[in-house]
């Protein structure tokens, strides 16, 4: 049954007005470039001049003055010359092999950026050129003929139910589908930077736009030969990151510390546009091939899906983004059969990482465009195959979960249908039909996000958070909070705050959540996952609620005499007693001195289980659900693909602010019509061939069709206050629909994205894409 707000909430479900807008409105807001850094130096990477190849030297042009400069050579480095990242693989500067264009050598910094500039240019590296592997159709090619050893494997995993090949074997209906992906930049408004000066206690700190304030202390623990304690690390106001900030800032970061404690002062790092494009990490390439059986009755019988991510020149995070891809690539049907194999191969291109989706992206991208070719083969229109074989509460999915709770399954995809009006529709589609002015088609596309850490490493992250009570920036009692999940535009700070004044019952407006800074958060966990308002904001509800009977019991001591007290709605309530507000009892409160001050740490339910080397058990603490239609125009002259409308029901549990829950929703859906449609890079000569903005397209306003948007709220009620994942389904679905509905308006299918009038006209007319 759809579950909706439930109405003994305060904050929670109300529209509040962000608590960072006016500053970011009125250009108050102050990012790292704005910051004051006196006597602050500027710094400049010495990069590779090939993509693969043998360091044989570097030559310092002795016309140049050295003197007016700080230079860091890997011999220079106090540490150990290494990213401590997964996999140990990545120096921070090459000193024998280069594995892509651009990977840096040597660090300069200087007091203006032009000179920081020319110093770079008067360094020449010396380089043997080796062969290099620059796409993934070559990684697939020799994937499939047997050269796979010739490759470099990153990671690779499983997943296994049943006896899939076997009833392949068997079946009389198999079919067969390969689908590609290929890279996507974040473009953030801001770009990366980072800044570091050295402390008196013999320490760094490190501030700048960043996801994640706890990766780039410990991962910089080796390079800087220095303990955690001595590495403070500080977001500055972000915008924007999609990914793109949670482990990169760990080099800017470096290069900027390693610099900043040589030169003995601040050291600043900001990329222009140019250059944060061509040397920053982008969303995965991908292929992936289904083979699957059907049952007489139109049921799935069977499924075996291979997938293959690109993962860059070196592992990085690339194998937790290959689990979460092999994860969902069969998740969102029931079948008693699957096995699912992932590979992540190197390439001489710069490593890939985080982007908002996290690979169920990609995966998405094959299973529901395969899912509406199984449909044609049953004999079975689009949607009816869908209804038949969607997973629903009861059903296992492929890792062995049972889905018992919050499950938004089939309610989202009969909601998106019946908005839509997709079955009167689909009658109306094309199919290419001549004569036509232009060509109309609508998909359909039905899909899952796994909310949190997988498995059981939200267990072992053992997230924390806490609250104090003091005094706020305008004078008066309050609380702050401390955590460590960052704002970035998706409004966090805001929804974090209403969770935590509603565990408090108090006014949203007496509490503060600031920029985190490690020197005084808890570790609450990474911004990334989906866990931001599942996972922190369980915390800091709880903590709230522990606050509000600490509040309590404070205020029948010192304000009350000893009566029973009840804090609600920021007002302390007592039988007999006139109710008293809670800025005139916190004063009382703070003059005692005693601290007021709670803490919680995260719990998963426990019944959780999971094998992390079998990839058996419940993958997820929670999923969101949600279906995506997309109705399209072709236009049978140009090719040109346009999207009318968007029609998308999500079930992301419990909805914390509508207003800013639409806004994530519409933020990704745009963001998913550019990876479906326009958004195209190749590296071409060792580089991204689309490295500007004039080359590199992205949707404008003109390109955002008419969108009807909706929550269905199945509360994950085992996780208070109930929220689960938003922000990355936001971008699993779209595609496929809009591919599906492509499908339907000329007849042909594309298997690749972004989807361009020219690879239209490629496989309408010339039988196969250039």
Not at 213 to 238: C, D, G, H, S, W
Not at 562 to 584: I, T
Not at 615 to 640: I, K, M, R
Not at 759 to 764: E, G, I, P, S
Request: glycine share 10%.
């Amino acid at each position: 049954m759809t579950q909706q707000s439930d109405g003994s909430f305060r904050i929670i479900g109300r529209s509040l007005t962000r608590s960072d807008a006016e500053d970011k409105v009125r250009g108050k807001a102050q990012y790292l470039d704005d910051l004051t850094m006196p006597g602050v130096w500027y710094a400049d990477v010495v990069r590779a001049p090939v993509p693969c190849g043998k360091l044989l030297g570097l030559h310092f042009d002795e016309s140049f003055d050295w003197t007016q400069v700080v230079t860091v050579k890997p011999e220079d480095i106090p540490g150990e010359n290494i990213v401590d990242m997964t996999g140990l693989d990545m120096p921070f500067l090459a000193y024998d092999r280069i594995q892509y264009q651009g990977e840096p050598l040597a660090l300069i910094a200087a007091p203006s950026k032009a000179l920081a500039r020319e110093a770079v240019n008067h360094v020449r590296a010396e380089v043997e050129e080796l062969p290099a592997i620059q796409s993934i159709q070559e990684m697939v090619e020799r994937h499939k003929t047997g050269l796979a050893d010739s490759l470099r494997l990153l990671e690779k995993k499983e997943i296994r139910r049943g006896d899939a090949e076997g009833v392949l074997a068997g079946a009389g209906k198999v079919l067969e589908g390969e689908y590609w992906t290929g890279f996507q930049e974040q473009l953030y408004i801001e770009p990366q930077g980072m800044a570091a000066e050295p402390m008196e206690s013999g320490g760094v700190y490190i501030r700048g736009s960043i996801q994640c304030p706890y990766y780039v202390a410990p991962e910089l623990m080796k390079v800087l030969n220095l303990p955690l304690e001595k590495i403070r690390v500080e977001q500055t106001v972000t915008g924007g990151a999609f990914g793109g900030k949670e482990e990169f800032p760990t080099l800017p970061g470096g290069y900027c510390a390693l610099l900043a404690l040589k030169a003995g002062r601040p050291v600043k790092m900001v990329y222009d546009r140019h250059e944060d494009i061509l040397f920053t990490t982008k969303r995965h390439p991908s292929w992936t091939r289904y083979r699957t059986a059907l049952a007489e009755d139109g049921r799935i019988a069977a499924m075996e899906v291979d997938m293959i991510l690109d993962g860059g020149a070196y592992t990085t995070i690339s194998p937790v983004v290959l689990y979460r891809g092999i994860l969902h690539a069969a998740l969102g049907y029931r079948c008693e059969n699957v096995t699912v194999r992932g590979f992540v191969y190197a390439s001489n291109s710069f490593p890939c990482g985080a982007f908002r989706g996290f690979g169920a992206p990609q995966a998405y991208w094959g299973l529901e465009s395969h899912v509406e070719d199984l449909a044609e083969q049953a004999g079975l229109g689009p949607d009816e195959f869908r209804l038949k074989n969607c997973l629903q509460e009861g059903d296992i999915t492929p890792t062995g979960q049972h889905l018992l709770t919050s499950v938004g399954t089939p309610a989202v995809l009969k909601e998106a249908l019946r908005r839509s009006d997709f079955h009167a529709k689909l009658a109306r589609c094309d199919q290419g039909r001549p004569g036509a002015k232009s060509w109309y088609g609508i998909g359909v596309s039905f899909f899952a996000h796994g909310a949190g850490f997988t498995g059981d490493g939200e267990a072992k992250f053992g997230s924390r958070a806490a609250m104090e009570l003091g005094r706020l920036s305008d004078g008066r009692p309050g609380l702050t909070l401390y955590a460590s999940s960052t704002e970035m535009g998706q409004g966090a700070k805001t929804v974090l705050a209403q969770m935590a004044a509603e565990g408090a019952g108090l006014p949203f407006d007496r509490v503060f959540y600031p920029l985190p800074d490690t020197r005084v958060v808890p570790d609450s966990g990474p911004t990334v996952a989906s866990r931001t308002t599942m996972v922190v904001g369980n915390i800091l509800y709880h903590a709230g609620h522990k606050m509000k009977c600490l509040l309590e019991e404070a205020a029948a001591k010192h304000c009350f005499g000893g009566a029973s007290v009840r804090l609600e709605g920021g007002r302390f309530f007592a039988e007999g007693v006139e109710a008293r507000p809670f800025e005139e009892v916190a004063e009382v409160l703070l003059a005692q001195g005693e601290p007021l001050r709670t803490e919680h740490q995260f719990a998963l339910p426990p019944h959780i289980r999971w094998d992390q080397e079998r990839f058996v058990g419940d993958a997820y603490p929670a999923y969101s659900w949600a279906c995506n239609v997309a109705e399209v125009e072709v236009d049978p002259l140009t090719l040109q693909i346009h999207l009318r409308k968007i029609t998308a029901v999500y079930d992301v549990g419990r909805i914390i602010n509508p207003t800013l829950a639409i806004g994530q929703l519409q933020g990704g859906l745009v963001q998913t019509i550019g990876y479906a449609l326009m958004e195209t890079m190749q590296v071409r000569k060792g580089l991204y061939d689309a490295n500007r903005l004039q080359t590199y397209i992205i949707p404008t306003a003109l390109d955002v069709p008419e969108m009807d948007l909706q929550f269905l709220e199945y509360s994950c009620d085992e996780l208070a206050p109930g929220a689960k994942g938003l922000g990355e389904i936001t971008m699993n679905g779209l595609a496929p629909a809009i591919g599906n509905a492509v499908r339907r308006a000329t007849g042909c299918r594309l298997c690749a994205i972004p989807m361009r009038p020219e690879d239209l006209y490629a496989t309408l007319y010339q039988g196969a894409k250039d």
